[in-house]
């Protein structure tokens, strides 16, 4: 267990305005979102932190629409139902369950593509990231639901409701389809409640493991019972599959329904620490900091009536969190390293499940596929002789010339597409090496340490480069070694970290 750097009566006190400076703000960008670009470093600082975080963090945070190709998909699915229910053969059944399959497949990809698209914009990026943890609490997997739709209702929920009362998105969590197929609350009923979703309501989704008895796991499982969803009508309440008789929960006793349960999980003292605390394993250190450490927090962030926008606010203002135990240290999930690599390098993203999604999963996050419900467990487990050279793999990719004779017809069309749309930069091609060697050796050693890397460089790693760069005998030379070292840099185990 890590020792707090700070006193938790100190820690969560606001960093004063006079500390806030560019180191800070590149250590908010890359640790809040994806990567610290210049021009957003010089907004935070001009604007100061209250300002930046109330941006980062509005109050009103934009949604994103549904992909239109994923209303196509459900609407030819719900075409494909009856006609899998005629259909004459085992045969032709099996055909249209594999045109679904396929369907479900492409839908998946082409709202991972929206949701990475939308994370990659600097404006969108730290409460994408945002969404992307509380994906990592509220965790459902595509792997059971199949079901692309229920997928983005998810992310849309979550969305909707990552600015207002914890309690509330809780609430309309356990409305999701997602999530009622993933713990099973389709399939509980009053003769029969499951209970996989009452037992994650408490221990990964509000208290933790410890805060609850077995009993009141039971005695929850029958006020969840009658969850139901409909593609054509949405969520309702089976009333016949639900327990409407007296159940006793955390010590109280009432005909408790499903949101009663949630408020009265909020009301036990671990509700305050817990939400905290996943929120330091995801954004600050991946030890472990006592649950002391989190009392403060907790008790004002219970004082806001459970706010999530104000927990933000609070968390990544305080002294905490930009303290130096928690800066340039932190192993960058496959998704941040992706989304880092695009914004640092001023890409767009490539929407070819080959080039961007295969390679995710190769560095071990496949998109809306958590391992389990504990979500991404990340750290040092993101690292080992695999993923690492998938990490070195996609720098090499995105740093050289986009080969558009290894794509095939169907990947020649989507290219199309999002050339279409207005993204064009997929790879640093040879004009933006060009154009980054007008800077001379020293320049492009000082971009190269103080724009990607998060930490001080020391002066011999940067000398070495400009050594390297200076050496080169022509032009042609001094561009491939200008590339070389960027790709190196990327590569390096420092970029591994925010």
């Not at 009658?226 to 929960?249: C, I």
């Not at 933000?312 to 690599?341: D, E, M, Q, T, V």
Request: aromatic letters at 10%; one cysteine or more; proline letters at 7%.
């Amino acid at each position: 267990m890590l020792v707090p750097p700070l006193d938790p009566r100190e820690a969560w006190k606001p960093l004063p305005a006079s500390a806030w400076n560019s180191d800070l703000a590149r250590h908010l960008l890359r640790r809040a979102g994806w990567a610290a670009r210049p021009e957003e470093v010089a907004r935070s600082v001009d604007e100061g932190l209250s300002r930046t975080l109330a941006r980062l963090f509005p109050a009103h945070p934009p949604p994103l629409p549904r992909p239109v190709f994923l209303t196509r998909v459900s609407e030819r699915i719900e075409q494909l139902q009856p006609l899998k229910r005629a259909a004459p053969t085992v045969e032709d059944r099996r055909g249209l369950e594999r045109e679904e399959r396929e369907l479900e497949r492409l839908a998946t990809a082409d709202f991972a593509f929206k949701w990475l698209q939308a994370a990659v914009d600097p404006s969108r990026s730290v409460y994408e990231k945002w969404i992307l943890f509380l994906s990592d609490v509220y965790v459902v997997s595509n792997e059971k639901i199949r079901r692309s739709e229920y997928i983005y209702l998810h992310f849309d929920t979550l969305r909707a409701g990552g600015i207002g009362p914890a309690p509330a998105l809780t609430k309309a969590v356990s409305r999701s389809p997602a999530m009622i197929g993933y713990l099973d609350l389709n399939r509980s009923s009053k003769r029969a409640p499951n209970e996989n979703f009452a037992r994650e309501l408490f221990e990964l989704f509000v208290l933790g493991e410890g805060n609850y008895t077995e009993d009141d796991i039971k005695e929850a499982a029958r006020a969840f019972t009658g969850y139901r969803y409909n593609p054509k009508n949405g969520f309702r309440l089976a009333t016949r599959d639900h327990d409407n008789g007296r159940k006793t929960v955390f010590g109280k006793t009432g005909r408790f329904d499903g949101d009663d349960v949630v408020d009265l999980a909020y009301e036990q003292p671990a509700a305050a620490t817990f939400l905290p605390r996943e929120m330091a394993r995801f954004y600050l250190t991946d030890q472990t900091l006592p649950p002391e450490f989190f009392a403060p927090l907790g008790q004002a962030w219970r004082g806001t009536g459970f706010s999530l926008r104000e927990l933000c606010l609070r968390f990544f203002g305080s002294l905490a969190f930009y303290h130096p135990a928690f800066r340039a240290n932190y192993i960058k999930s496959p998704l941040h390293y992706y989304l880092g690599l695009v914004q640092d390098l001023g890409l767009d993203v490539l929407p070819l499940e080959r080039t961007t999604l295969q390679p995710l999963r190769q560095m071990g996050q496949q998109m809306f596929q958590p391992p389990n419900v504990r979500g991404w467990v990340g750290g040092r487990l993101w690292i080992n002789s695999s993923t690492l050279a998938a990490r070195r793999q996609l720098a090499q990719t995105l740093c050289s010339p986009l080969d558009e004779s290894r794509f095939n017809a169907d990947e020649k069309i989507e290219l199309e597409v999002a050339r279409d749309a207005g993204r064009r930069r997929f790879t640093v091609d040879e004009e933006r090496i060009r154009a980054f060697t007008a800077l001379g050796p020293r320049g492009i050693a000082d971009r190269l340490c103080d724009y990607f890397l998060p930490g001080r460089v020391d002066d011999g790693y940067r000398s070495a480069l400009v050594d390297y760069l200076s050496s080169a005998p022509d032009d042609a030379v001094f561009e491939d070694r200008a590339r070389r070292a960027t790709i190196t840099v990327l590569q390096s185990p420092e970029y591994q970290l925010c």
